[in-house]
């Protein structure tokens, strides 16, 4: 069986600014309930106690977020995500307080040792807990399985390979996801984003390869050019005959009346996103980078172009003004 873990109310939080309402979230994990999805992930679009100047304020706590769904679910179980070093232990407890059942704890792909204290403690905590390696792109997959294998070793149930930035080609992903397959005796996952237009072909891909879970959300809701949208993932593993327990008609009405209409930019492969994958760029850059290119005069693609030739990742977003600022300069002088 293949679980499908929705990230529509937390990875969707960097489309709308993290400004969610309880409302929202919770006609959305109806639907989600409704349709038998088997994780459902809420937190701050950058993991527990996310909030701050350099990610963004959600518009509610963390907690409220949490308490409200959770009273909605009857078959999926609630997920959170959390990022060392922005999450600490005492984030982890009250989180599994409030009933969150399944920890995805995220690091960048060649930093999973400083997972080891949360991990382990989650597993304390008697918590499903799931390694998320992210930017897998960024390291050839041999370091990605050493990295993985560091994760599994602390008690992660599960590890994922993670295309933050949308810029894994298909036969990447389908090598990243064997490759652990192969070398861990935990179970797999999949995660990425739709910079490339790749986001269903390479979560069907990691299927194929043998994951056990990846990731999707409502009309693709999240970072970027959004994630593999669930929807379109379900009605084509239904088609494969993969076997998952998500029904159709509720995600789509889902993702038709109750997610399109909150978008406040279309998530979309449009130009400025599409510079995401290709230049290998943390999806959550887009609105900062938008932002930070309207405000100092320089074109957002370069500014990605940029950032991906340093090699920035997730945490820098400051450097993303720093960059246009450099630029602006450049073309002043």
Not at 32 to 37: C, G, K, M, R, V
Not at 57 to 68: D, G, I, M, P, V
Not at 205 to 223: K, N, T
């Given at each position: 069986m293949v679980l499908i873990n929705d990230v529509t109310l937390r990875d969707g939080m960097h489309a709308l600014g993290h400004q969610y309402t309880v409302e929202q979230m919770v006609a959305i994990a109806r639907k989600?309930?409704?349709?038998?999805?088997d994780l459902i992930e809420v937190s701050?679009?950058?993991g527990l106690n996310g909030n701050s100047f350099?990610?963004?304020?959600?518009?509610?706590?963390?907690?409220?977020?949490?308490?409200?769904v959770r009273a909605e679910l009857r078959h999926a179980r609630l997920a959170a995500l959390l990022l060392p070093g922005i999450g600490t232990?005492?984030?982890l407890r009250w989180a599994r307080e409030a009933g969150v059942?399944?920890?995805?704890?995220?690091?960048?792909?060649?930093e999973a040792d400083i997972s080891r204290q949360h991990i382990e403690a989650a597993r304390g905590m008697g918590m499903d807990v799931v390694g998320f390696l992210m930017m897998a792109h960024m390291i050839p997959t041999r370091e990605l399985v050493a990295q993985a294998r560091l994760m599994e070793s602390y008690g992660a149930h599960c590890v994922y390979v993670?295309?933050?930035?949308?810029?894994?080609l298909m036969d990447e992903a389908r090598e990243r996801v064997s490759a652990l397959r192969e070398a861990l005796s935990c179970e797999v996952g999949f995660h990425n984003h739709n910079n490339l237009g790749l986001g269903v072909a390479n979560t069907v891909?990691?299927?194929?390869?043998?994951?056990?879970?990846?990731?999707?959300?409502?009309?693709?809701?999240?970072?970027g050019a959004g994630n593999c949208a669930l929807e379109v993932l379900v009605a084509v593993l239904h088609r494969m005959g993969a076997p998952i327990r998500a029904a159709l008609y509720p995600l789509l009405d889902a993702a038709d009346h109750l997610v399109r209409p909150i978008q406040r930019r279309p998530v979309q492969v449009d130009g400025n996103a599409l510079m995401l994958g290709y230049a290998g760029v943390y999806s959550s850059f887009l609105l900062h980078t938008e932002r930070a290119a309207a405000a100092h005069g320089v074109d957002p693609r370069d500014i990605?172009?940029?950032l991906g030739r340093r090699r920035m990742v997730g945490g820098q977003e400051d450097m993303i003004v720093d960059v246009a600022l450099t630029l602006k300069a450049s073309l002043e002088g």
């Open positions: 989600l309930d409704e349709a038998q999805i701050h679009g950058d350099n990610y963004g304020f959600s518009r509610h706590t963390e907690l409220e977020y949490l308490q409200a232990i005492e984030e059942e399944t920890i995805r704890i995220a690091t960048h792909c060649t993670t295309d933050s930035a949308g810029a894994l891909i990691a299927v194929e390869a043998g994951a056990h879970r990846v990731d999707a959300s409502l009309a693709g809701m999240g970072a990605l172009v940029e």
